[in-house]
């Protein structure tokens, strides 16, 4: 688990803002001939986003964030003596939360919804993106619902389509504002030249995808809304992430996306996060993935056979059907990603996503090491 925001060591009285560091090693430092008083393992430069003359400030971070270096992007709130991190330039996990408000309440949702004022958000990845390097090779949109934000959000596809014209853009989204068409068209209008939105669907019956995600008619609205962006030649990519209430019908699930969403550029089936309300609700939610091994493996070939790109995400090699391996994707975030004492011992864990920190103390009865004879 990589720690992604800090207390700084001290604070000071200015407004937030959004700085790239700048040379930041104990080695940079010292080449650097800084006074010895400002050399330490923790010593980082940063520079202000607006670039004005000198504007170079040295700043200290904790030790916790000491793996900060050269053209990573933090956010720093110094009467508050807070510093967090947006981007890390050697990651290919990059994502950019735009708002916490959402129309929906999913019962495993890992970033609960919070309804408070949030406009900074996008004031940060307005001022963020142009810091980012040009050879980014992805960025993740998150929420929250970015959709609610309307035309903010279109402020910021507008600045990564400027920014970034060679990085691909997901988001991920519920998918329900895209059943109006007017406003699925405008946002077509916005984006990268290289975009995907991610939408969940979690079953083929309306009833479990509205519990899952506790709201009425979701299921209508989010069909029509995958319609739409398909109308208006936006890729989409299904989300389904595997639970009690769903896990039954993975099958199902999939004859209906061959039969009614052939379109699709990609199907992702996913493991839980063990985050946010999933915490609360996991006796609820929570299944063994030993007791959908076989039906997510008939459920995976049914799209591959189908030709719709399909891969298992979140899931340790251990737990999955040997036919899945080929399917399997090191899903999990660098800074989130963790592996178990014995993992040392087994012969595909370089090839294994591993488990989500948050989840590990609920693991399959299947996760063992995986011995050379075996592979
Ligand atoms: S034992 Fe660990 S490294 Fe090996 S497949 Fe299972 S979770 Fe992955």
Redesign the pocket.
């Known amino acids: 688990m990589i720690p992604l925001a800090a207390k700084l060591l001290t604070g000071w009285d200015a407004e937030p803002f959004v700085a790239r560091i700048r040379g930041a090693s104990r080695r940079d430092a010292d080449s650097r001939e800084l006074p010895s008083a400002n050399v330490s393992a923790s010593a980082v430069w940063v520079s202000l986003a607006n670039h004005s003359g000198n504007s170079c400030r040295e700043i200290r971070v904790p030790e916790e964030l000491a793996y900060l270096s050269d053209g990573d992007v933090v956010c720093i709130n110094p009467r508050r003596s807070e510093i967090w991190v947006v981007y890390r330039r050697a990651s290919t996990s990059n994502s950019l939360l735009l708002t916490e408000q959402c129309n929906s309440y999913c019962v495993m949702c890992s970033q609960p919804p919070k309804s408070g004022p949030d406009g900074f958000l996008v004031d940060v990845a307005l001022s963020a993106i142009p810091l980012f390097d040009r050879a980014t090779a992805e960025i993740g949109l998150t929420g929250g619902e970015p959709t609610l934000l309307g035309d903010r959000l279109f402020e910021v596809l507008d600045c990564l389509r400027t920014n970034l014209p060679e990085t691909a853009v997901h988001m991920l989204s519920n998918g329900r504002r895209f059943s109006d068409l007017a406003f699925t068209a405008e946002f077509s209008r916005h984006l990268p030249a290289d975009f995907m939105a991610g939408i969940p669907l979690y079953s083929d019956l309306a009833y479990t995808h509205d519990f899952v995600v506790q709201a009425a008619n979701a299921f209508d609205e989010t069909i029509r809304g995958i319609l739409n962006l398909a109308c208006c030649q936006v890729p989409v990519e299904i989300r389904v992430v595997v639970q009690a209430a769903n896990a039954g019908r993975l099958i199902e699930l999939s004859e209906f996306l061959v039969r009614n969403l052939p379109f699709v550029a990609h199907v992702a089936f996913m493991g839980l996060e063990m985050m946010g309300f999933a915490r609360p609700n996991a006796e609820a939610i929570w299944i063994d993935p030993a007791e959908y091994r076989d039906r997510l493996a008939a459920a995976t070939r049914l799209l591959s056979d189908a030709g719709i790109p399909v891969s298992v995400y979140n899931h340790?090699?251990?737990?999955l059907d040997r036919s899945l391996w080929p399917f399997a994707r090191k899903s999990i975030s660098d800074w989130k990603r963790e592996?178990?004492p014995?993992?040392?011992?087994?012969?595909?864990?370089q090839?294994?996503?591993?488990?989500f920190f948050s989840s590990m103390s609920r693991?399959s009865r299947?996760?063992?090491?995986?011995g050379e004879s075996e592979c």
Request: charged fraction near 15%; include cysteine; aromatic fraction near 8%.
């Open positions: 340790q090699l251990c737990t592996y178990l014995e993992c040392a011992e087994c012969a595909v864990q090839e294994c996503g591993g488990f693991r299947l996760v063992g090491p995986i």
